[in-house]
Nanobody
Framework: VQLQGSGGGLVQAGGSLGLSCTAS????????MGWFRQAPGQEREFVAA????????EYTDSVKGRFTISRDNAKKMVYLQMSGLKPEDTAVYYC????????????????WGQGTQVTVSS
């Protein structure tokens, strides 16, 4: 399984960024997909997830109303549109797949690829 995130960068507080993640080595449509992030010196944390069909989504409270997760099964890609960015959103962002029934509870995400750095300046 290979996962490659892209789209990160430096943005001012209040700005927007769109992240993308390509997946290979798996039957993409069979996996729920999640976005996680890890700030320096902190544990990796769940950000958002989307069901296999894209019909259900889940977000951590701190990003609700600001971030939107989506996917394109034909392109084997998952996206994270971020707006209203805050300095506390600064982290490396990773996408990951899960086949667990508790995907919406950040369970079953065992593959991690190259993340993408998001830095929000105040």
């Amino acid at each position: 399984v290979q996962l490659q995130g892209s789209g990160g960068g430096l943005v001012q507080a209040g700005g927007s960024l769109g992240l993308s993640c390509t997946a290979s080595g798996l039957t993409f449509r069979n996996y729920h997909m999640g976005w996680f992030r890890q700030a320096p010196g902190q544990e990796r944390e769940f950000v958002a997830a989307i069901s296999r069909s894209g019909g259900a989504t889940e977000y951590t409270d701190s990003v609700k109303g600001r971030f939107t997760i989506s996917r394109d099964n034909a392109k084997k890609m998952v996206y994270l549109q971020m707006s209203g960015l805050k300095p506390e959103d600064t982290a490396v962002y990773y996408c990951a797949p899960s086949q667990n029934v508790l995907w919406h509870r950040a369970i079953g995400y065992n593959y991690w690829g190259q993340g993408t750095q998001v830095t929000v300046s105040s």
